[in-house]
């Protein structure tokens, strides 16, 4: 591996960043009494699945950024053609022109698209991917005429975005609590997380319940209200559930038959996650009508998303008898050449071997993390591809969080940090999505820290009387 160089530690050092930022930086989802008051870990710089903190202490980053790093950190192929396409095309307006990268990418994102999914709109980020979607599935039903067509279904664990109408379909606990929200748009199910199913309940059982509660959903709130279904393959930042085998075609199923649009939002599981380009159809055997994306496809290398959509959806409006209907909808920033290009780009990367090594190491990665649940804090490791969660409970009958200590996730994190590990704290539970280029030594290691770090916090909240084994 070349040497890190670190070029500003100096300056860091110097400075005191931590003051600055709490003095003009605003951090997203910061509380009452800390927002435009806080700092946080100061990150210096990253290589292949490493970042380096302000210190220059190396840390393997387990979320990838935020599931987003795909390819891992300093790839010189994407700093080099996203330099290349700036000095070649730095912008152009998709208002009234069109670049050739965002050509070229939707040829390709068409290929892999599942059934007809043929198109794409591009956006800068997923909460305007899932925005998009919703604002696409709302016009839709203008246009044909069913302008009363427009609740749209979410579950409990979803986390859809930040933006006014996605934001709108979160599910997570202590997501929504302060915020306000289009709620009389959104019906909400329950999350699919088969660890918090009702005792003495089978998974199968528990899979025919979320699908009799959809179907139900359905009838009474009647198919003629309903626009649509979002959901994540697998529920991320919810906590990585992964749902009841064959829960999602059933559910896909119950929305064609009922002429309600399936929107898969793919922000995390699209481009390698889980070993393909797109996991609806490879993974879960779902062709949906739109699939959004976002994060992996440009490996955070550059703010891009975007929306897959069906040939039927256009086929529909165009029989119907509203030709000039505008969909009125676009950003400054759509079809952005550089992200395209970087795109493009990063999928030749990921066919060039990091997708066949994620369907190759991902069960191992599965398998070592699982040996965390020795630990009795431990309530669960669960996880698809190279995406798991460690969820912690105060004992194991009651699965209860709260009577633990909420912020365990976060004491955890702060272990490993020390350890060389940076995680993803969830009030309860830890999330590891490392870069998809982690070998089996790189896993060992992880999961090595990983375990000092829960070891080191079950003695801590033992001793301070907040956890017994
Ligand atoms: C499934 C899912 N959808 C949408 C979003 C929102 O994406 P962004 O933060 O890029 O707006 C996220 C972000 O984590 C996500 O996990």
């Known amino acids: 591996m070349a040497a890190i160089k670190v070029p500003n530690l100096e300056a860091v050092l110097a400075e005191d960043m931590s003051q600055r930022a709490a003095r003009h930086l605003i951090q997203p989802w910061s509380a009452a009494g800390r927002i435009g008051a806080e700092s946080r870990t100061l990150v210096a710089d990253g290589e292949g699945i490493y970042i380096r903190d302000a210190a220059g202490k190396r840390l393997i980053d387990g979320p990838a950024g935020m599931w987003c790093v795909n390819v891992g950190h300093r790839r010189a192929e994407l700093a080099e053609v996203m330099r290349d396409q700036a000095m070649a095309l730095s912008y152009n307006t998709p208002w009234y022109t069109m670049s050739e990268p965002s050509i070229a990418l939707s040829e390709q994102l068409a290929q892999y698209g599942p059934g007809d999914l043929n198109h794409v709109f591009y956006t800068t980020g997923g ?26 279904l979410s579950r409990g664990g979803a986390y859809h975005g930040s933006t006014y109408l996605s934001a709108s379909l979160n599910g997570k606990p202590r997501g929504r609590g302060w915020m306000d929200g289009a709620d009389q748009l959104v019906v909400r199910l329950s999350s699919p997380n088969p660890f918090h199913r009702p005792d003495g309940v089978t998974i199968e059982a528990f899979s025919d319940f979320l699908v009799g509660e959809f179907r139900d959903t359905v009838a009474g709130v009647g198919a003629d209200k309903i626009a649509a279904f979002v959901g994540e393959p697998v529920q991320a930042s919810g906590g990585v559930i992964v749902p009841p085998e064959n829960y999602l075609p059933r559910i896909a199923r119950i929305c064609r038959d009922n002429d309600i649009l399936y929107i898969s939002d793919e922000v995390v599981t699209a481009f390698g996650r889980l070993g393909h380009v797109f996991a609806s159809a490879d993974v879960f055997g779902v062709e949906p009508d739109m699939i959004t994306f976002a994060k992996g496809v440009t490996s955070g290398y550059f703010p891009l998303g975007g929306v897959m959509m069906s040939d039927r959806l256009f086929e529909d409006l165009r029989k119907s008898n509203q030709p000039d209907a505008m969909f009125a909808h676009g950003l400054t920033y759509s079809s952005h050449p550089i992200g395209c290009a970087v795109a493009l780009k990063n999928l030749e990367l990921l066919n060039g071997g990091i997708l066949d090594h994620v369907r190759a190491v991902a069960p191992y990665f599965q398998e070592q993390l699982k040996t965390l649940e020795e630990l009795p804090i431990v309530g669960e490791v669960r996880g698809l591809g190279l995406m798991a969660c460690i969820e912690c409970v105060a004992d194991h009958e009651s699965k209860n969080p709260l009577t633990l200590d909420t912020e365990v996730g976060k004491r955890i994190d702060a272990h490993c940090q020390e350890l060389g590990l940076l995680v993803r704290p969830l009030i309860n539970m830890c999330v590891m999505s490392p870069p998809l280029i982690i070998t089996r030594d790189q896993i060992d290691d992880m999961v090595a820290i990983l375990r000092q770090g829960i070891e080191r916090t079950q003695e801590d909240l033992q001793r301070e009387g907040l956890w017994r084994s």
């Open 127 to 152: 909460s305007s991917a899932v925005e998009t979607a919703l604002r696409f599935a709302q016009f839709y039903n203008n246009v044909r005429g069913r302008p009363e067509k427009k609740l749209i």
